[in-house]
T-cell receptor, first 114, second 114 residues
Framework: GAGVSQSPSNKVTEKGKDVELRCDPI?????LYWYRQSLGQGLEFLIY????????KSGLPSDRFSAERTGGSVSTLTIQRTQQEDSAVYLC????????????FGPGTRLTVT | QKEVEQNSGPLSVPEGAIASLNCTYS??????FFWYRQYSGKSPELIMS????GDKEDGRFTAQLNKASQYVSLLIRDSQPSDSATYLC??????????????FGKGTKLSVKP
């Protein structure tokens, strides 16, 4: 079946602009995760959705970051007033809401803030 | 102390040899452990999961878990140049069950020389 999809694959934006990143999880996966991967920083967790609710937003780096999920499927990560330090690859993963909780990643969105 | 630690490498092995990748974790209550492979410019790909002490084999890959020592490893037998990638160890941070976000190590870069 189809894997996790993300769009756009690349996004270049000017500092101060808002951006929206989209994730479409594997069909039937109720859990959805956003991660960020920066050079030298490794993979860091941002936010987790179970259905449409986000029980854990602890990884969001500032209040400029927000995310929502509708219909238990597609999720959007929004970054307002982008800064250069927001440049990274943003990765989405999804999993079933039961064991073995294996998470499968999408191809990512490479965000460059100029 | 970092939550998940790996040697950054690079680890260089000749083609056909066994590659041994190691990982330690700090949270004793962790229950679920994963190895991801990440090729340059690509997203992480799940290759192994392990939940119980002992060995788990899948083709040329064997994952080993020792919860008493808080240690997990990945062995790659008959290494091929196509195995050259960064290998990421990940542990689930539980939400009181088994669901949760992944905590990643920084990864070990493996190079298999023909």
């Amino acid at each position: 079946g189809a894997g996790v999809s993300q769009s756009p694959s690349n996004k270049v934006t000017e500092k101060g602009k808002d951006v929206e990143l989209r994730c479409d999880p594997i069909s039937g996966h109720t859990a959805l995760y956003w991660y960020r991967q920066s050079l030298g920083q490794g993979l860091e967790f941002l936010i987790y959705f179970q259905g449409n609710s986000a029980p854990d937003k602890s990884g969001l780096p500032s209040d400029r970051f927000s995310a929502e999920r509708t219909g238990g499927s597609v999720s959007t990560l929004t970054i307002q007033r982008t800064q250069q330090e927001d440049s990274a690859v943003y990765l989405c993963a999804s999993s079933l809401n039961r064991g073995p909780y294996e998470q499968y990643f999408g191809p990512g969105t490479r965000l460059t803030v100029t | 102390q970092k939550e998940v630690e790996q040697n950054s490498g690079p680890l260089s092995v000749p083609e056909g040899a066994i590659a041994s990748l190691n990982c330690t974790y700090s949270d004793r209550v962790s229950q679920s452990f994963f190895w991801y492979r990440q090729y340059s410019g690509k997203s992480p790909e799940l290759i192994m999961s392990i939940y119980s002490n002992g060995d788990k084999e899948d083709g040329r890959f064997t994952a080993q878990l020792n919860k008493a020592s808080q240690y997990v490893s990945l062995l790659i037998r008959d290494s091929q140049p196509s195995d050259s990638a960064t290998y990421l160890c990940a542990v689930i941070r539980n939400y009181g069950g088994s669901q949760g976000n992944l905590i990643f190590g920084k990864g070990t870069k493996l190079s298999v020389k023909p």
